[in-house]
């Protein structure tokens, strides 16, 4: 995924009005794109070929259905450690190698390590925690979501 | 809440994004052998059942240049966190907002990821969360993240 931004002549109006406007949804329909385009003022193939473009130069990283994790069964849980910086590159490998470890950060914090586990039962969450404890010797704080709000977030384009 | 394997086939299919064509539901259709009707008419369900939150386009919002991030955590009055949290979560610059527990030396339980162009701005709009919370907020702090170890999507499979 690219992480740098973009040339500031990169995207133009019409680039921009897509972003802005498809963050917010996309039809489930037969023609979507023209139903989608329409609303914008852009022909069916313009706008494929136009999210075609973003998704290429990686202005987009997703295009599709956003489902909700926990609807669809599984445990999550975000995690915490505090592993000293000589153990540090041991320890990502140890947890890293946990496929249920779905993304790991390291943050500045005395706790320095964040991950999510990812399982299809809240046991195996704790198993794999324990897990990871005995192998790194390092406590593994648990922070499973006890509400999530709704989300206004948009990147203006 | 319940899935069947028709759904679960669905969502195995779709999870890593839509064809880029002009039916692209049909497209799915195709691929698991059914009618394009009733991909379409199960994807509506799963929307009104909010197992699909929407379908949308992702910006990549570091190419468009909202390039410095940080979760911040502070520690809410009981109380008021679940009040106060919605109104940070509907903030436009937090992706996302959760109540958590704390645990020992981590009196933090609300969460809220905030996004911006410069690090200074990230710190800018943790001064507007802080002003939102109030006195309801005892202490907070910020974590930015210094690597990413390991990014993988969440997957489901598409058996039953």
Redesign the interface.
């Known amino acids: ?6 040339p500031p002549d990169a995207l133009d109006s019409t680039d921009r009005a ?2 802005n406007a ?13 139903e989608a385009g329409a609303k914008l003022g852009i022909a ?2 313009d706008l ?1 070929a136009r ?2 473009n ?2 290429e ?13 926990a ?4 445990a ?1 849980c ?1 995690c ?1 450690m505090e592993v000293p910086a000589a153990e540090f590159e041991e320890a ?1 490998t140890l ?2 190698a946990h496929p249920e ?11 320095n ?3 999510v586990l ?1 399982c299809e039962t809240e046991e195996g969450i704790g198993r794999v925690a324990k897990k990871i404890e005995l192998e790194t010797g390092h406590s593994v ?17 | 809440m319940t899935l069947d394997a028709i759904d679960r086939r669905i969502i195995a299919a779709t999870q890593s994004g839509l064809s880029l064509s002009p039916a692209p539901y049909a497209v799915v259709a195709a691929q698991l052998h059914l009618t394009e009707d009733e991909v379409i008419s199960r994807m509506q369900a799963m929307q009104a059942r909010g197992i699909i939150r929407r379908i949308a386009l992702a910006p990549n919002h570091y190419a468009l240049g909202m390039v410095a991030n940080g979760m911040s955590v502070w520690d809410v009055e009981d109380a008021r966190a679940e009040t106060l949290g919605a109104q940070i979560g509907a903030l436009p610059f937090v992706s996302h907002s959760y109540l958590r527990p704390r645990a020992e030396g981590w009196p933090y339980n609300l969460f809220a990821m905030i996004h911006g162009s410069t690090r200074d701005e990230v710190e800018d709009k943790r001064q507007v969360i802080a002003g939102i919370l109030g006195d309801a907020a005892r202490a907070n702090d910020i974590l930015y993240s210094t690597r990413i170890l390991k990014k993988t999507g969440m997957r489901i499979s598409g058996g039953a």
């Open positions: 995924m690219r992480r740098s931004s973009l897509i972003l498809l963050q917010d949804g996309f039809p489930i329909s037969k023609h979507p794109f023209a069916e193939e494929i999210i075609t973003l998704r130069i990686g202005a987009i990283t997703r295009f599709g259905p956003f489902y909700d994790a609807a669809m069964g599984g999550f975000l915490a990502v947890v890293n470890v779905a993304h790991n950060y390291e943050r500045t914090h005395r706790l390590m964040w991950f990812a704080l648990r922070f499973p979501k006890l509400r999530e709000f709704f989300i206004g977030f948009r990147v203006q384009a």
